[in-house]
């Protein structure tokens, strides 16, 4: 997970 990321995307999840 990027801890850059301003928020969780349906994209970041999906990257779980």
Do not use: G, I, R, S
């Not at 997970?1 to 779980?16: I, R, S």
């Amino acid at each position: 997970m990027e801890d850059t990321a301003p928020k969780y995307t349906p994209v970041v999840l999906q990257h779980l």
